[in-house]
């Protein structure tokens, strides 16, 4: 397998577009992470049947979060993408949200041509409340049987600020390199 953040770039996103590289399928109970230093995904634990994940879930490539993993990134589609795809991307959006005090934030996207919606996700308002709600949810209690109130939501923002912590992610990610 090939060490993503040495063949893929983070992608163009200041014309709202980056590279995604799928860690949990939507719908998964399986906890996987890739392992920078291996080069390789990494089964971290089995979560409860009730916190399986909501959508698809992944990173950007050459980022580095302020939790010291790469950004995360919230893939929206119709249908769960396999661990270890990679995408170009349309940012839509980004959770701001905290992990056990640490900024954790989730770049939301869909795949750039995603000829079965029509491409009519734009922005996160065109995702509607009731999935904002069904997210947030997940992300707020996802930990609760082990280290409740460990993780919250600070709120939605548009891809504007999105493109702002990547920015701040890749610049991170180049002075830890």
């Known amino acids: 397998m090939a060490d993503f953040n040495q063949v893929l770039t983070p992608g163009d996103y200041q014309n ?3 590279n995604t590289v799928v860690e949990i399928p939507q719908g998964s109970i399986l906890k996987v992470e890739w392992d920078r230093q291996r080069a390789a995904f990494m089964l971290d634990r089995v979560e409860p049947a009730i916190f399986a994940k909501p959508v698809s879930y992944g990173f950007i490539p050459q980022t580095l979060d302020e939790d010291g993993d790469e950004l995360d990134t919230l893939v929206v589609c119709d249908e769960p993408i396999p ?3 990679w995408l170009e991307a349309q940012i839509l959006g980004v959770m701001k949200f905290e992990d056990d005090g640490e900024v954790d934030d989730k770049i939301v996207v869909r795949p ?3 000829r079965n919606s029509g491409d009519w996700l734009n ?3 065109d995702l509607g409340e009731a999935w904002k709600q069904r997210v947030e949810h ?4 996802y930990k609760d049987l082990k280290k409740p109130g ?3 939501v600070l709120g939605w923002y548009d891809a504007e600020e999105a493109k702002k912590i990547i920015a701040e992610c890749i610049e991170r990610y180049k002075q830890q390199a």
Do not use: E, P, Q, R
């Not at 997940?138 to 209690?141: G, K, L, M, V």
């Open 150 to 152: 460990s993780t919250k």
């Open 83 to 85: 661990t270890g795809v």
């Open 112 to 114: 750039a041509d995603d």
């Open 138 to 141: 997940h992300f707020t209690h």
């Open 16 to 18: 709202g577009i980056v």
């Open 123 to 125: 922005s996160l308002n």
